[in-house]
């Protein structure tokens, strides 16, 4: 049968979270600018992590389905980071940037 | 020893899963992967005609160059709903659902999907999604275009909100499907099975089933916005609000583009099987196509912003795209080549799928070339929203998908069925199926190279000759489609009944009986030999296949 | 002797259960990636309304938001606790333990909707039918369309989640979970878990970066 798991470890488990929890809700009162965004999304992925890996089991579960998690995140990743690539890199103003310049007469 | 005591020895005096009960509830309520199977194809090939129908009334409006059927108005939906009913009800679940469902769990030894009545359930959420659709059908159709592109779709006057509610839903069946068949792979491999002792058709359906996974619920979210937004004019695309049209475009594609993969993989999950048996060969390298697939499901969702070169995206993003959209074009190559080199030095058998190979091979080399030409930005921006790009991806969708699933068709007939059908039909089927395509779409790559755009009901006089040319093709087309099937259906009936192996292929499906009994085998097979290894003699190869 | 729970096309029950916890796994990811989509809508507009939605952030209010996220994460416990309950053979327990996770589930509903009454009365309502005064900023239009079909579309799985767990709590009287063999808690207590990690995502972006 699979290994039980203690009582302690999920004690364990929501304790970390809720430190962390109270950690994010207490840096919000902080006025930090781009390090604080950074700092806010470093303890929600804590958090996150930790309720994934305790409650939801994934440290007893095959390692073949943190491969199924790791490429959803990886892709989510990807899909946020050209879609803000586009955005930022725009003209000012996040207008969209001009055509590419081919304005030749058509044969 | 021949195959058809292999098959009785695998599967011994059992009713096939055909008669084993009778009835339209049993069909209705079946947990039989087969059946489930058989449900899909059957609703998906009704959705091709459908579509296929819209399809060749948009192709008689292009007849003459001024408006004779159709205004812009009625032009517009009827291309949208083409493009939404072959998209989503045909292109996408047609073979993983329908093929996928029925033989790979035979071909990895199992006795059903994992989740079976999931299976089920993924064929009544297909349906209701279709329902939804036809709802908009009904309610004058949609005109926004199948990519539902914002602020228009959220603007327009037209049935969007049960159109978007149904892709929406039919996406749900495609992830059940993707899942089950995920879990199937990696849980019920008979005993002995190794991921390298697979056939090649499951390392295909796999990859797709990846990226029905982890696509599809981007849509999801994409589309929902849609709906939400013309339900609730929550507008978060809407300019007006602040909003940014071209987002909806990268959530949409994120998803589409890699949707182009789910169409094309398992049609080359189709062509390893056709090609190693119509050749009579091991693959030239077996890792090559296997390893492939997966290159395909992991470069595709790299390159969703080549649809939007030209939309106003930033110039670094759209060039970051173009070189990244190169990539799946990589292991595209190294399956056609590796298909070929199968061919070589093989025992050729001329017979109705290796035709449909045939013409796959051609036509998908022609549409994979193509495609990399679009990609490529400053080629794109003279091509994007011509008849180029429309008769590029057709070369894929049609010329590869539809091949390979007219050739699916045609090769597990007397599996699914028991039944063989008639090769010379078969043949006259696939040769017109090939001309029609090419006279439907080739015309329409100097169209578009000549500056006709897309999805317009009238056009500049001097492209009337190559789009007279673009419909008899059409009707040509349309023809040889439906004269297969009907070959294929009165098969069905009158057909000569098929021994367990007409083609003599060493593929696994084929050791079980022909139509294969519920559980696909007694017991637990046991496949000491590999399923494209053609080196051993008859004899020894059937031996080597047992049951405990 | 109560029949097996083994399917008949599975080979032993630990294979079910591993294909029943893969399975459970890929829908989740399905979700993630769902509502991912939004996340990264959020971050996108974020770039170029950063101060808008900084100021509509305000308008949220923090302790209702913050009291909810702890009521979920204990949620979350109290469901994986029950699952160590039912592994050593206290149903009893487990059923208290799924039963104040319900409860904890409801109270966040109702803390939930005060918020969104609060809203209302100020003319917070999502898209074109935003009427809010006192920010009228493009910004804080977007921010709060996103606002409230994120939370929208969390409490429609959140109540989803109470049907799996009322689903649950019968089969766990009928004994239908037993020790030996216990997935389908293990895949309800999942789902439930998954409502709080989308909530706890959902937290800092609507609350926190203000």
């Known amino acids: 049968m699979e290994r039980k798991i203690s009582a302690l470890h999920y004690l364990i488990g929501y304790a970390a979270i809720v430190v962390l929890v109270s950690l994010n809700l207490g840096l919000s009162f902080l006025d930090l600018g781009a390090t604080g965004l950074f700092l806010t999304g470093l303890l929600s992925a804590a958090s996150v992590i930790v309720v994934v890996l305790v409650f939801m089991h994934l440290l007893e579960h095959a390692p073949t389905v943190l491969l199924v998690v790791v490429s959803g995140v990886f892709f989510l990743a990807l899909l946020a980071s050209l879609m803000i690539l586009d955005v930022v890199a725009r003209a000012p103003e996040g207008q969209p940037s001009p055509p590419p310049d081919t304005m030749q007469e058509r044969g | 020893m021949n195959h058809d005591e292999t098959a009785e020895r695998m599967a011994p005096d059992e009713l096939d899963y055909l008669r084993v009960e009778r009835g339209l509830w049993s069909w209705l309520t079946t947990t039989d992967h087969k059946r489930v199977g058989i449900l899909f194809l059957i609703s998906t090939t009704i959705a091709l005609f459908l579509g296929g129908m819209y399809a060749m009334l948009l192709r008689a409006e292009l007849v003459q160059p001024a408006r004779d059927l159709f205004d812009a108005a009625q032009y517009n939906r009827i291309f949208t709903l083409h493009g939404v009913i072959m998209v989503f009800l045909f292109m996408i679940p047609a073979i993983p659902s329908g093929f996928g469902n029925f033989l790979l769990p035979i071909m990895i030894g199992a006795k059903d999907v994992a989740f079976p009545r999931l299976n089920l359930a993924s064929w009544y959420i297909y349906l209701f999604g279709a329902v939804w659709i036809f709802v908009s059908l009904f309610g004058g159709g949609i005109d926004t275009g199948w990519t539902f592109y914002t602020p228009y779709s959220t603007t327009s006057p037209s049935a969007v909100l049960p159109a978007t509610i149904g892709v929406f839903i039919v996406g749900f069946a495609s992830i059940t499907t993707g899942l089950n068949l995920i879990v199937t792979v990696h849980t019920m491999r008979t005993k002995g099975m190794r991921w390298h002792d697979m056939p090649l058709f499951v390392w295909s359906i796999y990859a797709t089933s990846v990226i029905q996974i982890l696509a599809t619920p981007v849509l999801a979210m994409a589309i929902l916005l849609v709906a939400v937004d013309k339900a609730l004019t929550i507008g978060i695309f809407d300019p007006a609000v602040g909003g940014d049209p071209v987002l909806f475009q990268h959530l949409f594609w994120f998803y589409s583009h890699p949707a182009v993969y789910i169409m094309i993989l398992p049609a080359m999950a189709v062509i390893s099987e056709i090609v190693c048996t119509f050749s009579r060969k091991n693959p030239a390298s077996y890792r090559a196509i296997a390893y492939s697939s997966i290159g395909i499901a992991f470069t595709g969702f790299l390159a969703w912003g080549h649809h939007m070169f030209v939309a106003g995206i930033a110039t670094i993003d759209a060039a970051i795209f173009g070189v990244l959209s190169m990539f799946v074009a990589l292991f595209s190559a190294i399956k056609v080549f590796t298909w070929v080199a199968t061919l070589y030095r093989g025992s050729i058998r001329f017979d109705t799928p290796l035709f449909y190979f045939f013409g796959f091979l051609f036509l998908f080399v022609f549409g994979g070339m193509t495609g990399v030409a679009v990609a490529t930005q400053s080629l794109d921006v003279h091509w994007h929203d011509t008849y180029f790009v429309v008769a590029h991806f057709h070369f894929i969708m049609v010329g590869g998908t539809i091949s390979a699933f007219l050739g699916a068709l045609h090769y597990w007939l007397p599996k699914m069925f028991g039944r063989m059908y008639n090769e010379k039909a078969g043949f006259f089927g696939a040769t017109a199926v090939f001309i029609g395509f090419f006279l439907t779409f080739f015309p329409q790559f100097l169209l578009g190279n000549a500056g006709m755009p897309r999805r317009y009901y009238s056009y500049p006089e001097q492209y009337q000759p190559l789009n007279m040319l673009s419909t008899g093709g059409a009707w040509l087309l349309g023809i040889a489609i439906l004269f297969s099937v009907v070959n294929l259906l009165v098969a069905l009936k009158w057909g000569r009944k098929a021994s367990a192996n007409p083609w003599n292929s060493r593929g696994y499906e084929w050791t079980t009986r022909s139509p294969p009994p519920k559980h696909n085998f007694v017991g637990t097979p046991v496949f000491n030999r590999g399923c494209y290894e053609y080196a051993l003699n008859e004899d020894e190869a059937d031996a080597r296949v047992t049951t405990r | ?210």
Do not use: C
Not at chain 3, 38 to 47: D, K
């Open chain 3, 1 to 210: 002797m109560r029949a097996s729970p083994l399917a008949e096309h599975f080979a032993d029950l630990r294979t079910q259960r591993h294909a029943l916890q893969f399975g459970m796994w890929l829908f989740l990811v399905t979700e993630v990636l769902m509502f991912g989509a939004l996340f990264v809508l959020w971050a996108t507009y974020y770039q170029n309304h950063a101060v808008d939605f900084r100021a509509a952030a305000q308008h949220n209010s923090l302790w209702r938001g913050s009291l909810n996220t702890y009521i979920l994460v204990t949620s979350s416990f109290t469901a994986g606790i029950a699952v160590w309950a039912v592994q050593h053979d206290r149903s009893k327990l487990a059923m208290k333990l799924l039963g104040a996770t319900f409860a904890l589930g409801v109270i966040f509903l109702v803390i939930k909707a005060t918020e969104y009454a609060g809203h209302f009365e100020h003319g917070i309502f999502p898209g074109r039918h935003y009427r809010f005064e006192e920010l009228m900023t493009q910004g804080a239009v977007l921010f709060f369309s996103i606002y409230f079909v994120l939370t929208g579309l969390h409490v429609v799985h959140l109540l989803i989640g109470l049907g799996v767990l009322l689903w649950m709590m019968r089969n766990l009287r009928r004994r239908r979970f037993t020790a030996e063999y216990h997935a389908g808690l293990e895949l309800g207590t999942m789902y439930w878990s998954l409502v709080d990690i989308i909530w706890l995502v959902i937290w800092p972006l609507l609350y926190l970066v203000r």
